[in-house]
């Protein structure tokens, strides 16, 4: 069963695929579920709950918060999680809420948390395959999941409809988001897919800069 487990929405400020283009791209990729993880919005991913069911997958609400150290993704939750906390802080919050976290494209600039971070913080996984990311900086990041022994996730980082799928979490068979989160925390997953190409290599370093100019250096 493949899920894609990092994709943003029109909810997000970089995003432009609408909720129901990433529904229906999933189904066209022959995914079996996913989740809409927007910057520090959920309305994404409460919306495609009902049109998931619909269309037979699973849909695993989500959020991908800002923290003062870079960003994480938070499962499982259905609430906003306040942005700028500590990793630390961010973590607690996220299990407050019912939630697992995991390090979302630890060494990627300059969002990323950093190797550091990612290496003692108690997060529940690492996104060790990310769609939107260096292969070199997933490499990376499956180094510190393998030295922690901790489970690894996979998701394509998608911001345009076209990107859903490119990469992916493998489990076995599950049906509804609850499930995916205990295969999450017990490691009963794997990532799948491939890292971003050099023409996309290109475009998100244009893009990040702009981006980065525009918010006033200022992180999504």
């Not at 939630?99 to 630890?106: N, R, T």
Request: aromatic fraction near 4%; glycine fraction near 10%.
């Amino acid at each position: 069963m493949k899920l894609d487990l990092h994709i943003h929405s029109v909810f997000s400020r970089d995003g432009a695929a609408t909720v129901e283009e990433i529904v229906e791209r999933c189904k066209a990729q022959g995914l079996q579920g996913f989740a809409i993880t927007d910057h520090n919005a959920v309305e994404g991913a409460l919306r495609s709950a009902e049109l998931a069911r619909a269309e037979g997958l699973v849909s695993v609400p989500g959020v991908e918060v800002s923290t003062a150290e870079g960003h994480v993704l938070a499962y499982g939750v259905r609430e906003i999680i306040p942005r700028d906390l500590s990793v630390a802080e961010t973590i607690d919050r996220i299990r407050a809420a019912g939630g697992i976290a995991v390090a979302a494209h630890p060494k990627r600039l300059p969002s990323g948390i950093g190797l550091k971070l990612a290496s003692k913080e108690r997060f529940d996984a690492i996104e060790t395959l990310n769609g939107g990311s260096s292969s070199w900086g997933n490499r990376q990041a499956v180094k510190v999941a393998e030295a922690r022994k901790i489970p690894q996730t996979g998701g394509s980082d998608a911001h345009r409809a076209h990107e859903v799928g490119r990469a992916y979490t493998v489990m076995e068979d599950v049906s509804t988001a609850e499930e995916v989160l205990d295969r999450v925390r017990k490691g009963m997953c794997s990532p799948d897919g491939r890292n971003r190409d050099t023409r996309e290599e290109i475009v998100y370093a244009w893009e990040t800069f702009t981006g980065w100019l525009d918010r006033g250096l200022k992180r999504l």
